[in-house]
């Protein structure tokens, strides 16, 4: 459906629109009024109006539980490598989710980023998604040579594999958010299946600094993290984030350690998996909270081929 098709969206409107990024309905229906406004000089009240058309013409409002059921029929899974790190998650990674993994330095989450973006481009019968993958990088730890060895592992052309791979470099949080908030065109046109934020964290861990700019932080990624569901959602996508931990200085009991984000990352994760290092190179997965799975552990090495059991 083209964006004239919109009710109230005439040829001057459809232009102004295009012109400023708004180039498909999937792009309306998940803008802000106020960022129509800004960005396409239209009234408030025609923001509202056509941002409402864009959400009724996606069925993006009330569902029934047979709807429901349905839309989650259409939910595929992306696996990880690991037979039993995909069993902890009922079968992989789920699209319209997202999955956050959470550890210390070195637990193998920048590792299972780059064996999703491999695994995605899998037929699926071979636990992919026969689709390709944006990858959000806000640390520079996304290496093209750790991706080769993976996909020859997987007997996928290297280079072939690196072209269905798009790659974009965050250098704050608000840029950040706006790879994201700008991400609808080159989902469509690439063919993404899935969307890696690696480190979901980082940059707003260190662009509010300080008690006083704590609850800006949390409503930006607030935002961010309804950008990404949004995402997910509307094209049937599965997005991963990555989040360091930090050493709780109240702790008495248990493991000292609680991933950035607070409450904000943890409700709007549907998938929450703790890494830990192990003994002999392995690494230690647990499942948080989800919403149908049972809370469990599983065990897997990162190798030279990739992730394993
Ligand atoms: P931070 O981003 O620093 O918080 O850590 P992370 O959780 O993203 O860690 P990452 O996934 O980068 O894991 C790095 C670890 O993976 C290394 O310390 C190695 O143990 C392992 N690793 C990375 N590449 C290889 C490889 O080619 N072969 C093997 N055997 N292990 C590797
Ligand atoms: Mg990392």
Same mark, same amino acid.
Do not use: M
């Given at each position: 459906m083209d964006i004239e098709e919109l009710p109230g969206v005439g040829a001057a409107t459809a232009e102004k629109l295009r012109e400023a990024g708004y180039k498909t309905v999937e792009a309306i229906a998940v803008a802000h009024p106020a960022e129509l406004k800004e960005a396409? #000089?239209? #009234?408030e009240g025609t923001a509202i109006k056509v941002i409402a058309a864009a959400r009724d013409s996606l069925q993006m409002g009330f569902m029934t539980g047979i709807e429901v059921l349905e839309k989650r029929k259409t939910m595929r899974k992306i696996s990880t490598g690991s037979s039993a790190l995909d069993g902890l998650l009922g079968g992989g990674i789920e699209t319209q989710a997202i999955t956050e993994f959470f550890g210390e330095f070195g637990s193998g989450k920048t590792q299972i980023c780059h064996q999703l973006v491999v695994n995605v481009q899998l037929p699926e019968e071979e636990g992919g998604l026969g689709k390709n993958a944006l990858y959000i990088d806000t640390e520079n730890t996304f290496r093209p040579e750790r991706v080769i060895q993976m996909a020859e592992a997987k007997g996928l052309k290297p280079e072939e594999a690196l072209e269905n791979i798009v790659v974009a470099r965050a250098y704050n949080s608000d840029h950040q958010m706006l790879l994201v908030e700008k991400a609808e065109e080159v989902i469509r046109e690439k063919g993404i299946g899935l969307v890696i934020v690696d480190s979901l964290t980082s940059h707003f861990r260190s662009d509010y600094t300080g008690r006083g700019m704590l609850s800006d932080r949390q409503q930006k990624l607030n935002r961010h993290m309804h950008a990404l569901q949004r995402l997910s959602d509307i094209h049937n996508l599965a997005v991963v984030v990555t989040n360091q931990v930090m050493m709780r200085p109240? =702790? =008495? =009991? #248990?493991?000292?350690t609680a991933p950035i984000g607070g409450h904000v990352v943890a409700h709007a994760s549907t998938f929450r998996v703790y890494l830990r290092k192990s003994k002999g190179g392995k690494r230690v997965a647990r499942l948080i909270d989800s919403p149908n799975l049972p809370e469990g552990e599983a065990i897997f090495t990162v190798v030279k081929e990739g992730i394993k059991d």
């Open positions: 396409a #000089g239209l #009234g109240d =702790f =008495f =009991f #248990g493991d000292p």
